[in-house]
T-cell receptor, first 115, second 112 residues
């Protein structure tokens, strides 16, 4: 089955700086890669996703890049703000909603924005 | 907010008991998936229901079972609870089997 590794487990950055979180996956058949943000006491919230036919996608301060050859993808957050503090999860699957195999998640990155 | 609602929000059960968790999917979504999230870990896929049938399952024993109703709401049942079943249980709905998954706020289950 799919295995997703996520690094770092904790990331502390100054407000206004950029943050980068990296993930690798093992299943070459995976073609959908979402990123979720989870705040304390809440469920994961989809913030951006990318499909295998695209190398990069951007939405305001958030961008995701995908390297299918190397089987890794990254989340980039620019001009970080205090409300960006949360746990971020990457995931991979063979279909958007995970299909019959579901989404396989990384272990998460706790992003801390220092004022 | 995603429109996916789960109940109850918190639950405490004794080892060996049975529990039922409930999920109402976002309007128009016919696919529901359940995930278990242990403390400090990412969510793990339990199973998925599409049009009232289980159509995929992760690495969980048969004592984890589910149902999906004609209105696409869903239940997760866990029998013979073990201490390790303590976790946040998340429900996600999507428009179709391959649709983007939107999560509810979860049910925090504590087994004592």
């Amino acid at each position: 089955g799919e295995n997703v590794e996520q690094h770092p487990s904790t990331l502390s950055v100054q407000e206004g700086d950029s943050a980068v979180i990296k993930c690798t996956y093992s299943d070459s058949a995976s073609n959908y890669f979402p990123w979720y943000k989870q705040e304390l006491g809440k469920g994961p919230q989809l913030i951006i996703d990318i499909r295998s036919n695209v190398g990069e996608k951007k939405d305001q301060r958030i961008a995701v890049t995908l390297n299918k050859t190397a089987k890794h993808f990254s989340l980039h957050i620019t001009e970080t703000q205090p409300e960006d503090s949360a746990v971020y999860f990457c995931a991979a699957s063979r279909g958007s909603g995970g299909g019959a195999d579901g989404l396989t998640f990384g272990k998460g990155t706790h992003l801390i924005i220092q004022p | 907010e995603t429109g996916v609602t789960q109940s109850p929000t918190h639950l405490i059960k004794t080892r060996g008991q049975q529990v039922t968790l409930r999920c109402s999917s976002q309007s128009g979504h016919n696919t529901v998936s359940w995930y278990q999230q242990a403390l400090g870990q990412g969510p793990q896929f339990i199973f998925q229901y599409y049009r009232e049938e289980e159509n995929g399952r992760g690495n969980f024993p048969p004592r984890f079972s589910g149902l999906q109703f004609p209105n696409y709401s869903s239940e997760l049942n866990v029998n013979a609870l073990e201490l390790d079943d303590s976790a946040l249980y998340l429900c996600a709905s999507s428009l179709e089997q391959g649709g983007v998954a939107f999560f509810g706020q979860g049910t925090r289950l504590t087994v004592v």
